[in-house]
């Protein structure tokens, strides 16, 4: 089955540019959807089709998918932004829906 | 505007079966991939296998002959049945809805902790 690796942490200050990576072969081929999740929370789509933003989602996040890498970009990060952000994509081959193992945003 | 709601045991006995509930309240519930993902305690998220209505369903390798997932459309509800439990087992589980454009999950349910101990 299809994987995807994401840095398990990135850390940045507050106002700074959080970049947030997803690595699979040839990863611009597929969609790739992320989502954040806070603790005790259920996880919250941020960004699907690679860079498009949900209704109600923060101009601030954003995506990009190229070669073999996608990226969620949270721009003016917050504290409010501390998370686990998770990307996601779907195997056509075999049906399966593919989670990164996440990546812990820390805000210093 | 798509609300799950989900319940079901929250503490299993070793070799027993899991089972969980999950309605969907809003929106259309042919067409769409309801499924169970799960997270153990301090770890990521493993998708678990999905329901399509008039089309089939599909299981996560990782879970074998141990899975089932169910619908019922009369109520509007999906149905998780894990059997033959161990602690490897204990996680919060959530349902979601899938979306069939693109492929993500655009509605989850809250989640619910299952423990198995003895």
């Known amino acids: 089955s299809y994987v995807v690796t994401q840095p398990p942490s990135v850390s940045v200050a507050p106002g700074q540019t959080a970049k947030i990576t997803c690595a699979g072969n040839?990863?611009?081929?597929?969609?790739v959807h992320w989502y954040q999740q806070k603790p005790g929370q259920a996880p919250v789509l941020v960004v699907y089709?690679?860079?498009v933003r949900p209704s109600g989602v923060t101009e601030r996040f954003s995506g990009s998918n190229s070669g073999d890498t996608a990226t969620l970009n949270i721009t003016g990060v917050e504290v409010g932004d501390e998370a686990d952000y998770y990307c996601?994509?779907?195997?056509?081959?075999?049906?399966?829906?593919?989670f990164g193992g996440g990546t812990k945003l820390t805000v210093l | 505007q798509v609300q799950l709601q989900q319940w079901g045991t929250g503490l299993v006995k070793p070799s027993e079966t899991l089972s969980l509930t999950c309605a969907v309240d809003?929106?259309?519930?042919?067409?769409?991939?309801w499924s169970w993902i799960r997270q153990a305690p301090g770890k990521g998220l493993e998708w678990i296998g999905h329901?399509?209505?008039?089309?089939?369903?599909i299981y996560n390798p990782s879970f074998k002959s141990r899975v089932t997932i169910s619908e019922d459309t009369s109520k509007r509800q999906s149905s998780l049945k894990l059997t033959s439990v161990t602690a490897a087992d204990t996680a919060m589980y959530f349902c979601?809805?899938?979306?069939?454009?693109?492929?993500?999950?655009?509605?989850w349910g809250q989640g619910t902790l299952v423990i198995v101990s003895a």
């Open positions: 809003g929106g259309s519930f042919g067409g769409n991939y």
């Open positions: 329901i399509k209505h008039w089309g089939g369903t």
């Open positions: 089709d690679d860079n």
């Open positions: 040839n990863i611009e081929g597929k969609d």
């Open positions: 996601q994509t779907w195997d056509i081959r075999t049906y399966h829906w593919v």
């Open positions: 979601a809805r899938g979306n069939t454009s693109s492929y993500f999950f655009d509605s």
